[in-house]
C-alpha cells in the first residue's frame, strides 16, 4: 500500500467507524433481584460468584452496517438481516441467542459452588454486554457460602451442622 | 441476461433461503433468571432437583393461555407432593418466531421430601 492510498484510507469515516465500533463496549443491566441476607457470626461467609452466558446476535445491526457499505453485496445482505430479523419477533431482553438452556443449570452450578447448600446473600443479575452486532447474554449470581471454622480448616465443603433436609435453619 | 448475472441470481435463490432457514425458529431470549432463598439449608443429596414448566403461545400479538406462570408454579409444588422446596431458581424466556413466540416459564428447585 503506498503512502497516498493509506493516507485515503486512514481519513475515511468508514475506516473511522468500524474502529470506533469494534473497540467500543458497554454492560447494559436488565435486572437484578436480592434473597435473603444471613450474615450472623457464628459461620464465615465466603463469596462465591456463578456467570452464564450466550452469544447473542443483532440482525438488524448487522442489516445496518451491511447497509451502510453501499454495495450491492452489502445491499443484499442488508435486505436478508431484515428477513431474518422479521423471524425474530417477540418480546426481547438484549439480544437474541441460538440457546436458551445457557442459564438453565443453575441450580446445579449453586450446590457444585456450596455443596452443603447453606447458600445466603443471592444476587440474581441479568446484563448484557453490548459489542457491535454481537453481545454476551450474561446471568450472572452472586453470593455467600456459609461455612463453620472447622470446615474451613479441613478445606472441605461440610459444615459441623449438618444438614439432611429435615432441619432448618441452624 | 449474463451468464454472471444468472449466476448472482441462483445464488441469491439457493443461499438466502438456506441462511434465512439457519437463523429461523431458533432464536431466543432469557428475560431473567431468580434464585429464591436456600431455607431450610440443605445439601443436594438429601433431596431431588423438581421442575415446573409451562408455556405461552403468542400469535399476532393474542395470547391463548394467560395462567402459564400459575401452571408452572402448580407443577413445580405437584412434583415435590408434601415436601418442601428450598433453593428455586425462576427462568422467564421467550422462543422468537415469525408473527408469532412462545414465552416460557421455566421453575426448578431442590425438593426436600418429609422423613
Known sequence: MNLKAFFLTAVSPLFW?????????????????????????????????????????????????ARAAQTNGGDNAGNLATIIALFQMGPQTGNPVYSERYAEKLIYALYEKCPTGRITGLMSIRETRKYPVISGEIVKVTGFCRKTAKSLNEGTGESTGKSNGKNGDT | MRISDRINKLRLFIFMPILVLSFVGCAHSVHQAHVSDFEPYAPIESGEIVKGYAEQFVIFGFVGQTDYVNQAYANLMQACGDGRIT???????????FFSWTNKALMQGLCISKQ
Not at chain 1, 22 to 49: M, N, W, Y
Open chain 1, 17 to 65: 467507524s468500524v474502529i470506533l465500533l469494534g473497540t467500543s463496549g458497554c454492560a447494559v443491566l436488565h435486572k437484578v433481584q436480592l434473597g435473603q441476607i444471613d450474615a450472623r457470626d457464628d459461620q464465615k461467609l465466603i463469596p462465591f460468584e456463578i456467570m452464564m452466558s450466550e452469544t447473542g446476535v443483532s440482525a438488524e445491526e448487522i442489516g445496518a452496517i
Open chain 2, 87 to 97: 433453593g428455586i431458581t425462576t427462568q422467564m424466556s421467550t422462543s422468537l418466531g
